[in-house]
Structures are given as C-alpha cells and as structure tokens.
Nanobody, 120 residues
Framework: QVRLVESGGDLVQSGGSLRLSCAAS????????AGWFRQAPGKEREEISC????????YSADSVKDRFTISIDNAKNTVYLQMKSLKPEDTAVYYC?????????????WGQGTQVTVSS
C-alpha cells in the first residue's frame, strides 16, 4: 500500500512563494500519475496540477499554470508543487494523490493534506 505524506504548507504573505512536497512510500510503480488538489473552506476540492509518473509530462489548471509548477524527483519518490506569486485566494488545504490512470483520473491514494494560508 502506497502512503503519501505532504509537507511544506505554511502561512505566507501575498506575493510570496512556497514549495510543497509529497513523499511516497510503498510500491509506487503501480501508479501512473500524481496530482495536487486543493480545497478551500466552503468550496469543492479542485485539481490544480497533474504529472505523469511515466514520462514526467505536467499539466496545470489555467488558474495557476503561470504561477505553480509541478515536478517529480523519481529517485526520492517525491512530487513537488512550486508556488509563486501567491494570492489570498490560494488559501486552502493542499492534497497530493496518485492514480492508476494516465492523467489524474479517479485518484486512488490520498495524502492527509497540508495547509497553505496566504495573508493579504
């Protein structure tokens, strides 16, 4: 069973940067994609970035693609989300997840989440 542990969430001022990490343990080779999602209070969870675990090709939602970058370090089994120019509306719990689908289809394993708070 794969276990995902997110870290890097923090309180940051508007315009600041953070890097989130998602460390995977277990047999990750059964999974084909990994993604970052977020859920703000009172809102539905949304997908923000996805990366192929096969070839590393990334995808990011239009709302963040100019500010957020997803990447992977295969040697460390860790997926990162580099966030810059943060805005108060980026405040949310950020989750990583992995999927046996190629493009972050239904996600199979979720981490516990890490809180990102952006102050104005």
């Amino acid at each position: 069973q794969v276990r995902l542990v997110e870290s890097g969430g923090d309180l940051v001022q508007s315009g600041g940067s953070l890097r989130l990490s998602c460390a995977a343990s277990g047999f990750i080779k059964d999974y084909y994609s990994a993604g970052w999602f977020r859920q703000a209070p009172g809102k539905e969870r949304e997908e923000i970035s996805c990366i192929s675990l096969i070839d590393g090709s990334p995808y990011s939602a239009d709302s963040v693609k100019d500010r957020f970058t997803i990447s992977i370090d295969n040697a460390k089994n860790t997926v990162y989300l580099q966030m810059k120019s943060l805005k108060p509306e980026d405040t949310a719990v950020y989750y990583c997840a992995v999927s046996t689908s190629l493009s972050c289809g239904p996600m199979d394993i979720w981490g516990q989440g890490t809180q990102v708070t952006v102050s104005s």
